[in-house]
């Protein structure tokens, strides 16, 4: 069930997040100065969260593995939501301070799974 259960998750999130990174949500999201950039690294470090335990638990990757396509996914999706922005809509733009910001919540996430898989091992 549980691995099930993550695949849907994953899915889910990742359908909710490319949706709410296509539609018009300024002045939806309290004022925070580049409040966006710590959105950004906030759904990346989940997303990539969601997709490790995916590819660890249901897939059944090695946990290297694992962290590497979880990694290649955050990456490839934050990538392509930025180039779909200025391609798609009117009133996103497309962003190099987006994906850097994506990227640094996917690092931390893995960064947090790296440090896990150590103290386990311990």
């Given at each position: 069930m549980l691995k099930k259960g993550l695949v849907v998750v994953s899915s889910f999130y990742s359908l909710a997040l490319a949706i709410l990174s296509l539609i018009n949500i300024n002045g939806k999201l309290p004022p925070i100065k580049n409040?966006?950039?710590?959105?950004?690294?906030?759904?990346?470090?989940?997303?990539?969260?969601?997709?490790y335990f995916t590819f660890y638990f249901t897939f059944e990757f090695k946990k290297n593995k694992a962290l590497a396509f979880?990694?290649?996914?955050?990456?490839?999706?934050g990538i392509i939501?930025?180039?779909?922005?200025?391609i798609l809509t009117e009133n996103r733009e497309s962003d190099v301070y987006d994906v850097i910001a994506n990227t640094v919540g996917?690092?931390?996430?893995?960064?947090?799974?790296?440090i896990i898989k150590k103290r386990d091992v311990k």
């Open positions: 409040s966006d950039k710590l959105y950004h690294a906030i759904a990346y470090f989940i997303f990539t969260g969601l997709w979880a990694f290649i996914a955050s990456a490839s999706f939501i930025e180039i779909l922005q200025g996917t690092i931390l996430a893995l960064l947090m799974m790296i």
